[in-house]
Every structure is written in C-alpha cells, then in structure tokens.
C-alpha cells in the first residue's frame, strides 16, 4: 500500500547510527536511490502481471513517472524515472573529494591489529598498496591477475583492464620493483595456501584476490565490504574514505607531479601543457585510465589545491 511505502522511505530517512546515535545512517541522495530501485521493481512485475497494478497513478503505489536530466561523464542525458511526492529533494550532487594521507595512515593501522587471519589481514593490505598504486576502479583492481604481475616484473608496468572503455581494453602505470616484490610475496607465502587448500593448483584461475574460504575470485563488492569494515574499525567517520576516493588521490597526485615537472605557475599553465604535448597527454590518459583531457578537469582544480593550499 502507498502508506507503507511513505513509512518505509520515512524509515530510511531517519533512521540513526548506533555508533553515532546523532548521525543519520544515509543521506538523501541514497534514500532517493534506493526509492527509486523499489519503484522500478515494482514497475517490472506489473509487466509481468499487469492485474496487479503495484505502482503508477491509480496504483498501489501513488508515483508517476516523469522525464528526467543528469549528467554522466561532462554530458547531459535525458531519461524517465518514478518520483512519488514523499520522496524528498536531492542534495546537490556532491563530488568525493580525494582521500587524505592521515586516513589512508589509519586504515593501515587498524588493519595490522586487526583480530582476523593473517591471509585476511594481508590481502587487506595488498588491496591498499594496489588502490594507491594504480588509482584503479574497482572491478579492475578486481581482474588483475598472476600473469599480469609477472609481466610487470619485466617491463615497470602493470597492466589494468580500462572498464569505462568501450572494449576490452588495458592501460599500464608504472610501479617500483620493491612494490611488485611485496606483491608477489603475497602471493608466494599466502594466496599459494589458500588456493592449495581450496580449488588446488591444477584449477587456479589465476586472479589475484581469492575469498579463503572457496580460493575463487574475490567479488568485487566485497572489495568496498572488506574497506568499509576498515575504515569503522580505524574509526574514520569525518570523510568519505571509499575505494574510489583512493582513484581521486591517484590522479590528482599524477597531476601534481606534473606541476612541478613543468614548474607550472596556474592552473592554465599545466592546461597549456597537457594540450601542447602529445607524449604529457597520452601518458596521463594512460596512467589514469579517463577517455579524455576534458574529464581530467577537476583534478586540475584540486591538483594546484594541494600544492598551493589554496
């Protein structure tokens, strides 16, 4: 009924940390999300049996549904969605801001004494070093393999699968040999075990992170689980500190080298030189992984933050 559904969104809403008891559990944005996943569910059965007549104007359900406008990648694209009236107004969008050194610090701490098993207490740290290393996403910090480590030994490059591309495609940032070497010790002393202990080696797939209780590939929602569970035991609650954020660090400290490589003086000097040179540009598009200059943008912003304090 439409009552339960307004109980139900005004639940989410307020309900209050039990850490925290003065600090809500979401945000708007997310219980908006949230709403909006329900409604499209519903949306989905009365399509399959449309006698029910879960949602819509005169269903059980009062929600409409309505033309939309939201950004996706510097564009603006046009949709439908279901809105009810008891859905409340959405913050503005709020961009992560990067993660700072003190936090990353703490999640390193909290991880060494932390109660669980040396595999888990070492896989955590892997996952950390890989998140600072190579800025990547999430499901592709998920599908590096055995091989592509191995390849980095030789070449200084490690390769990650691009997954905002179009195709399978890959792109390789730089890593110290002494970070590889800590890496393939993980793999060497704790992985080997676990995999022995599960799957056996004749059926290795090969990926990096395996779960210990099965020796398959660690999902990747499990990636932001295992960081979640980190960031509430070092008792980090004043700032986003989410995988992604990790990314947001990454390319703004590539483009604060790039700052001081270049003596960069503003914000459209460092522009001039990533349009000038073809070489500057292709490398951070590598390094980063991003389609294009355009979408480096508030990165440059934030970048000449950090080294001015402005």
Request: some cysteine; aromatic content about 8%.
């Amino acid at each position: 009924e439409d009552a339960d559904f307004v109980a139900s969104v005004s639940y989410l809403l307020e309900e209050k940390r039990l850490d925290k008891p003065d600090t809500k559990v979401r945000g708007v944005n997310q219980v908006r999300r949230i709403a909006g996943a329900v409604m499209s569910f519903f949306a989905y059965i009365d399509t399959l049996m449309p006698g029910l007549n879960l949602i819509g104007p005169q269903g059980s359900i009062k929600a409409e549904l309505k033309q939309v406008e939201y950004s996706r990648g510097g564009k603006k694209i046009k949709g439908v969605a279901w809105t009810h009236v008891c859905l409340p107004r959405g913050n503005p969008t709020r961009r992560r801001q990067p993660i700072s050194a003190d936090a990353i610090e703490k999640l390193y701490e909290a991880n060494d004494v932390s109660s669980q098993s040396s595999y888990l207490i070492r896989r955590r740290f892997i996952m950390l070093r890989l998140f600072e290393l190579t800025g990547g996403r999430r499901i592709e910090v998920s599908f590096i393999q055995l091989a592509d480590l191995k390849e980095a030994e030789q070449t200084g490059q490690l390769k990650i699968f691009s997954a905002k591309k179009r195709d399978d495609t890959y792109r390789y940032v730089p890593v110290t040999k002494a970070d590889l070497k800590e890496i393939l010790s993980f793999v060497t002393h704790y992985r080997r075990l676990i995999i022995n202990k599960t799957i056996g080696a004749k059926n290795d797939h090969g990926y990096l992170f395996v779960s210990s209780r099965s020796g398959k590939p660690l999902e990747v929602d499990t990636l932001s689980a295992e960081l979640y569970l980190l960031r509430m035991a070092a008792g980090i609650y004043d700032e986003e500190a989410c995988l992604h954020a990790f990314r947001h660090r990454y390319i703004t400290n590539t483009l604060r080298l790039l700052i001081r490589m270049h003596r960069c003086e503003n914000i459209s000097d460092l522009k001039r030189a990533m349009l000038s040179m073809e070489s500057v540009k292709q490398q951070l598009l590598e390094w980063t992984g991003q389609s294009s200059l355009d979408a480096l943008e508030r990165y440059v912003h934030l970048a000449f933050e950090a080294e001015t304090g402005f």
